[in-house]
């Protein structure tokens, strides 16, 4: 399973996988763009873009990407995020020329039509209220980043506001084309059962003639430090009452978000997890507790969330909660409950690369955020050399009250 | 064992233990999956969801080790041990890194053969069963899910959801039995996928051997769906509609079911390639989301279209499904819908058999439905020789249903002037509180 990388004339660099035993072949196309890429007035475009990718281009009329995809027994999907845009398709090997074909199709010459952009406005608009504004959790993640970020990017959600998506224009979606989608600011990803000489042909074949454009360079402002507790409390139409909250940290590529990966183990992996064991098991207050890591290109978020069983008492549950978070770095790590994070990322890891399109997606995070297609690999390494004292050190620093971002939503009429 | 492109494929019968082994030597990883043959029916009579309590209890304290012991024991090799349950089934399943097999073979011989089913950790489980169900009211889209299927299977077994009511009343004894009737040889079927060695395989097989033959047959009883049903569900700060629009099924034993695959594929499951996403979302852009699926399973099943869209749209949206159904059924697919949709059936065969546990999913599914040990290797032909005048009278004979069920979640008041254009659905029934109805 070595992994090659060539890159054409036009700076567009493509890395190629082959896997033993893969039935079929993952291309995958990431975009260096996402919400981060955005301005306010028109939050949302990156992912308004990743719909109309859809919606034809020269030689293909709408959904016929798709479609054709489909009938050549694959399938296809696209999404975005803060920093990325992905685009892939998972197809039988002998199909792998035509799905370069289609992909370059929409990547070098996108039709972008008024008449069907009109119509995929009301499409996200749709899927908005579907995740965000009929959905407690989903109005809850678009509030904790609000909170976390008051200057950055990351403060605007990645669908966008409301009030944007009413307002794009057609011409919006034409510069932020041609813009952002440039081979110097791409790479393609090959992975699974395929020739790798004839992939370079094709790859040189379909992509070589896509011109490059010098990317702007973004002035994305710095989050100011924060200095005090931020809260959000909303009540709503729910039946279980629940707190998510966030401590801004530092981004993927850093040695402060592996030891967060290690964090949010000891924490939240598994049924003997610290918050697990006390909120879920012993107390009985939540029906669901935890943390996680999101982690961007410029920063990270640490997160929590805890979701109240019926009839308990939201307050307590709450401050068991940050009490675990934030008193963490005082508590005693044993070495058998640091050998047990570890143990669970590599097993993570042995899960993610099992099969062809979630391995390419592993590499394409890696080179994606730290330069290096083979950091998931390198990171074993590192879980292996870190010691308790930098990972107490570390939460110390960044979970604390004062940093702490919280949306709690509570029933209506709660007092 | 068969050698196979996707790895060595062997089914075995050892002292009355069924099964199958799927090796792959490059794996890093092994599954233990054993499913019982039976779902929704082993809940006792008023108390659905005991089959999910049951579930959930079977890691919950065993002879030798203590619900926490065997959290600790699996999350510090990183293992998983989970369970799915659907209608007729429910599958166990052990992953875990190929290198500790022998530190989790204990576990699994602990966790099947003697799990003791502890009280305390029933109250546990039951109290976060019953938020679990509360928490189905937060969410739109599984809300409606639950009020179709809780009516349009009605009294059948398969209609036995859990309720705070049916919760409540389940005890230790309740669970125990479902143990005792579901945990023998005539009901469990056994995959074994991954790196496994020859040995290993049997030391697992060798666990079962002991197991009685069942003594309790199933009552086999057809799920049907008769009558007009249009269900509200008022949500007042919605501001788009969840809906479930359906009538009654077949069951998944049908034969020549794959012309019933091709069809609702053509129809509402093929994503971007059906009729409906082309029409609903494409065209008019009234939803995100809109597909069509047959739910077949042993006693029948259920036909469903799910979608979602805002309030002032939820209407034409409905209507729109329903003209696409109408034209589907009287004029048929075409030609080249039909070849289009071969191809992504056969050519989609290979993707979805990527992983052991992959393979290990097709065929406790094949064995679930009488479908044959052979279900894996004659997919393509199957698909191939399937006719266009098939499918067609599939869709004459399957959609041409009069009794219907619509299930809307979404806020009625900003609705009531479009609500007369369902009437044909029957006389609505609004619901403001999901329990209220139950004893």
Known sequence: MKLEKFTLDNGLEVFLLNRRYSPGVSIQIWVKAGSRNERPGITGISHMLEHMMFKGSKKYGPQEHAQIIQANGGELNAFTSNDRTVYFENLPPSKLLLGLDLESDRFLRLALDEKEFQTERQVVYEERRMRTDNSPYGKATEMLFALTFIAHPYHWPVIGWESDIISWTIEDLKNYYKTFYSPSNTFILISGKFDKEKAKIWVEKKFGKWKRVKIPELRIPKEPEQIGERVTEIKMEVELPFVFAAYRVSPYNSKESVIFEIIEKILSGGESSKIYRKLVYEKQLALSAGGGLYSFLDYGMFFTYGLLNKGKDFNSMKKLLFDEIEGFYQEKITEEEFEKARNQLKADLVKATEKNFSHAMVVGESYFYTGDPEYYKKKKRIYEQLDIKEIKETAEKYLKEIRRNSVIILPKGAK | ?439
């Open chain 2, 1 to 439: 064992m068969k050698e196979t492109e996707f790895g060595k494929i062997g089914f075995f019968n050892e002292n009355g233990v069924r099964g199958a082994v799927i090796r792959r030597s490059d794996s890093e990883s092994i599954n233990i999956s054993l499913m019982i043959k039976r779902g929704s029916d082993l809940n006792p009579e008023n108390k659905g969801g005991a089959v999910d309590l049951f579930a959930s209890m079977l890691s919950k304290g065993t002879k030798s080790f203590s619900a926490m012991d065997i959290a600790e024991k699996l999350d510090y090799l990183g293992a998983d041990f989970t369970y799915k349950i659907d209608k007729d089934s429910v599958i166990f399943n052990f992953w875990f890194l190929k290198e500790h097999f022998q530190k989790i073979f204990p576990l699994v011989e602990e966790i099947f053969l003697y799990p003791q089913f502890p009280e305390d950790e029933l109250e546990r489980e039951k109290l976060k069963t019953l938020s679990s169900l509360y928490q189905i009211v937060d969410s739109p889209s599984a809300l409606a899910s639950y009020i179709f299927t809780k009516n349009i299977y009605s009294d059948h077994p398969y209609g036995n959801l859990a309720t705070p009511f049916s919760i409540n009343s389940i005890t230790a004894e309740d669970i125990k039995k479902i143990y005792e009737n579901s945990f023998t040889k005539d009901l469990i079927y056994l995959v074994i996928s991954g790196n496994i060695s020859d040995k290993a395989r049997k030391q697992i097989i060798s666990l079962f051997k002991a197991l009685p033959h069942s003594s309790e047959t199933k009552k086999i009883e057809k799920a049907e769906y008769r009558g007009n049903k249009f269900i509200f569900f008022d949500k007042k700060d919605s501001t788009q509609s969840q809906i479930r629009l359906g009538f009654g099924g077949i069951s998944r034993r049908t034969e020549n079911y794959e012309a019933i695959n091709l069809m609702n594929f053509i129809l509402g499951g093929g994503g971007f390639s059906s009729r409906l996403l082309l029409k609903v979302r494409t065209e008019a852009g009234y939803t995100y989301s809109i597909s069509s699926s047959f739910e077949s399973f042993n006693d029948g099943g259920s036909f469903v279209i799910s979608s979602f869209s805002k309030n002032e749209t939820t209407a034409e949206t409905i209507k729109l499904s329903e003209k696409v159904l109408r034209e589907f059924k009287k004029n048929g697919a075409t030609e080249k819908e039909l070849k289009d949709a071969k191809a992504y059936f056969i050519g989609n065969l290979i993707l979805s058999m990527e992983t052991p546990s992959d393979i290990a999913g097709k065929l406790m599914y094949a064995e679930r439905y009488g479908l044959g040990e052979d279900f894996l290797f004659n997919s393509e032909k199957r698909y191939k020789r399937v006719s266009l005048e098939e499918v067609n009278k599939f869709s004459k004979e399957l959609l041409n249903k009069k009794d219907r069920l619509l299930v809307i979640v979404g806020n009625l008041n900003s609705m009531k002037k479009k609500i007369d254009k369902l009437k044909d659905y029957g006389k609505l029934l609004v619901i403001e509180n999901l329990f209220d109805s139950e004893k």
